[in-house]
């Protein structure tokens, strides 16, 4: 079994910051891509930004210069600094690692997300 924990969310006024924080958990034998997905109220989830295990880093255009993502292999967790936050990035958090798990393979795990709300 294989969960994902995230913390760091909450209340800000817009142009503050806030750091999520996601720590992987469980059987995992490798994690490849490492990610954080948002999701707004009467939206679809969307991709905030990935980091693969190659160290590609690919961000959405709306939080490109503002966030940055950033995980640690040894530990298996991940981050994201938000930075000049914005209204439009009010939204559930949700952080997603694409696992390798014995017995299991290749899969794709979501956290339970987080909250992040920013004021105008």
Same mark, same amino acid.
């Not at 994690?31 to 905030?48: C, D, F, H, S, T």
């Not at 209204?87 to 956290?111: K, L, Q, R, S």
């Given at each position: 079994?294989?969960?994902? !924990? =995230?913390? %760091?969310?909450?209340? !800000? +006024?817009?142009? #503050?910051? @806030?750091? @999520?924080?996601? !720590?992987?958990?469980?059987?995992?034998?490798?994690?490849?891509?490492? #990610?954080?997905?948002?999701?707004?109220?009467? *939206? +679809?989830? =969307?991709?905030?930004?990935?980091?693969?295990? %190659?160290?590609?880093?690919?961000?959405?255009?709306? $939080? *490109? #210069?503002?966030?940055?993502?950033?995980?640690?292999?040894? *530990?298996?967790? &991940?981050? @994201? +600094?938000?930075?000049?936050? *914005?209204? &439009?990035?009010?939204?559930?958090?949700?952080?997603?690692?694409?696992?390798? $798990?014995?017995?299991? %393979?290749?899969?794709?795990?979501?956290?339970?997300?987080?909250? $992040?709300?920013?004021?105008?």
């Amino acid at each position: 079994q294989v969960q994902l !924990v =995230e913390s %760091g969310g909450g209340l !800000v +006024q817009a142009g #503050g910051s @806030l750091r @999520l924080s996601c !720590v992987a958990s469980g059987s995992i034998f490798s994690i490849n891509a490492m #990610g954080w997905y948002r999701q707004a109220p009467g *939206k +679809q989830r =969307e991709l905030v930004a990935t980091f693969t295990s %190659g160290g590609i880093i690919t961000y959405a255009r709306s $939080v *490109k #210069g503002r966030f940055t993502i950033s995980r640690d292999n040894a *530990k298996n967790t &991940e981050s @994201l +600094q938000m930075n000049s936050l *914005k209204p &439009e990035d009010t939204a559930v958090y949700y952080c997603n690692a694409d696992c390798e $798990v014995p017995g299991i %393979g290749d899969y794709d795990y979501w956290g339970q997300g987080t909250q $992040v709300t920013v004021s105008s």
